[in-house]
């Protein structure tokens, strides 16, 4: 069996309905895994599970909001209930708020932590509980290049980036000697949903592709790979490490 293969392995990947989460929890799918989608919307998660059952893979569905700490708590028992064992969380939900620092509002900086940061660390806390009982699993969260380089008006999205990347450190150091890797993902400009509003902006979009080494945006699927590597036998011994995926936007000046 190949050092890649995810035959045997149940994954959750939450924020999967579309974009980033649904292209790694299909990337997952093809490597033989059985994979959840997490969402809030249960008919935009049936409609993807019966998408990838058509393609004779194997997947899941559970809904609930990552922001709501007992129904993801809940949700992770059910998975293990159902299938098993879990053996990969993706931490992939995300939001953000584009305006000026003067504009902005304490509910919204909340929010925004409290899904993008809180609740990655409240999903590994219940997911690690199931993990160390089989001695193996794979905590991966999604990060941002932004959460390296920075950008104006998204100021709380950054900082919760940034805020991940420190985390999965924090908790390899933690959970390494259970058998648990945790490691982060940093994606550049791929064009996905959430980043709709610069995708309608054309100068921008040139902008980004001119800065970018291979001189274009990225396409979802081109993170799968990185994902089934950490969730894999093949990055048993990678932990607490952020791997860029950017096309080599920061390789550029």
């Given at each position: 069996m190949s050092e890649f293969s995810m035959t045997g392995r149940v994954a959750l990947v939450t924020g999967a309905s579309r974009g980033l989460g649904l292209a790694m929890a299909?990337?997952?799918a093809q490597a033989g895994a059985l994979v959840v989608l997490n969402g809030r919307n249960k008919d935009a998660l049936d409609k993807q599970v019966s998408a990838l059952e058509q393609r004779g893979l194997k997947a899941d569905r559970v809904v609930f909001d990552v922001a709501d700490v007992a129904a993801g708590h809940a949700a992770i028992d059910a998975v293990v209930a159902k299938h098993g064992r879990l053996d990969v969380l993706i931490a992939n939900a995300?939001?953000?708020v584009r305006a000026p620092i003067e504009d902005w509002k304490a509910s919204d900086w909340d929010a925004i932590q409290g899904t993008n940061l809180r609740a990655p660390f409240l999903l590994a806390q219940r997911a690690s509980i199931h993990m160390k009982k089989q001695q193996?699993?794979?905590?991966?969260?999604t990060t941002s290049i932004t959460g390296i380089q920075g950008r104006a008006t998204i100021h709380a999205y950054v900082s919760s980036k940034a805020?991940?990347?420190?985390?999965?450190r924090s908790l390899s150091a933690e959970l390494g000697e259970h058998g648990i890797t945790v490691n982060s993902i940093a994606p550049g400009y791929f064009e996905t949903e959430l980043n709709?509003?610069?995708?309608?902006?054309k100068t921008f979009v040139d902008r980004i592709a001119g800065r970018t080494a291979v001189r274009r945006w990225g396409?979802?699927?081109e993170l799968g790979g990185t994902a089934v590597?950490?969730?894999?036998?093949?990055?048993?011994?990678?932990?607490?490490?952020?791997?860029?995926?950017?096309?080599?936007?920061?390789?550029?000046?």
């Open positions: 299909t990337s997952l995300g939001t953000t193996h699993g794979r905590i991966i969260f805020g991940l990347a420190g985390l999965a709709a509003p610069l995708l309608a902006d396409k979802p699927a590597f950490l969730a894999s036998d093949a990055g048993a011994y990678v932990t607490g490490q952020q791997i860029v995926v950017d096309g080599g936007l920061t390789t550029t000046l």
